[in-house]
């Protein structure tokens, strides 16, 4: 199984940050990752797949680049209601595998 | 808008067989073109893909499961359904079903999650 690593495990930031989230891979998996962000007590919610397409909806303050092994998920400005717990996810084989998540709490 | 929605017993006793079902509503799971999927998530943890179901009944399964995990299907009920046998106090866990498209392999609707809890 591929093993998808991210970093960091947990950070602070303050409202109007730029942070960045970043994705390794055991292994390349071309562009076929997938961000969610999760909410306590909520299910996740997909943001970003194919490394960079936005899902309908989300905020333009989130973008994703990266393809083969390192990605990176960038949050332009926070929002209060950004902090929360991302996860990325790789789609290029299965068993399909998720990182670890980074939990972004308010600094 | 699709909407999955998950249901069963929240408290399984050890060696026994964990069962959840998941209702589609707002589409049709035998429009085809979707794997429909269970993930689960530790308390506190990450997320762990269990399997998928197409509507024609194919499976595939997390080989870290397969020995224990059957996932069926309902067409003519909407439905899906997961039996995880020989549970542990590890089986512990939120189950998700979620909506896999079949070119793209992510998830893009969720069920909200139920918590099924493995204690004697």
């Known amino acids: 199984a591929i093993r998808m690593t991210q970093s960091p495990s947990s950070f602070s930031a303050s409202t109007g940050d730029r942070v960045t989230i970043t994705c390794r891979a055991s292994q390349g998996i071309s562009s076929y990752l997938a961000w969610y962000q999760q909410k306590p007590g909520k299910a996740p ?63 | 808008q699709v909407q999955l929605q998950e249901s069963g017993p929240g408290l399984v006793k050890p060696s026994q067989t964990l069962s959840l079902t998941c209702t589609v509503s707002g589409g049709s799971i035998s429009s085809g073109g979707y794997y429909w999927s269970w993930i689960r998530q530790h ?3 990450g997320l762990e893909w269990i399997g998928y179901i197409y509507y024609s009944g194919s499976t595939y399964y997390n080989p870290s499961l397969k020995s224990r995990v059957t996932i069926s299907v309902d067409t003519s009920k909407n439905q899906f359904s997961l039996k995880l046998s020989s549970v542990t106090a590890a089986d512990t866990a939120v189950y998700y079903c979620a909506r896999e498209a079949k070119a793209t392999n992510y998830f893009d609707y969720w069920g909200q999650g139920t918590l099924v809890t493995v204690s004697s």
């Open chain 1, 45 to 107: 919610k997909l943001l970003i797949y194919a490394a960079s397409t936005l899902q309908s909806g989300v905020p333009s303050r989130f973008s994703g680049s990266g393809s083969g092994t390192d990605f990176t998920l960038t949050i332009s400005c926070l929002q209060s209601e950004d902090f929360a717990t991302y996860y990325c996810q790789q789609y290029y084989s299965y068993p399909i595998t998720f990182g670890q998540g980074t939990r972004l709490e308010i600094k």
């Open chain 2, 43 to 45: 308390p506190g943890k």
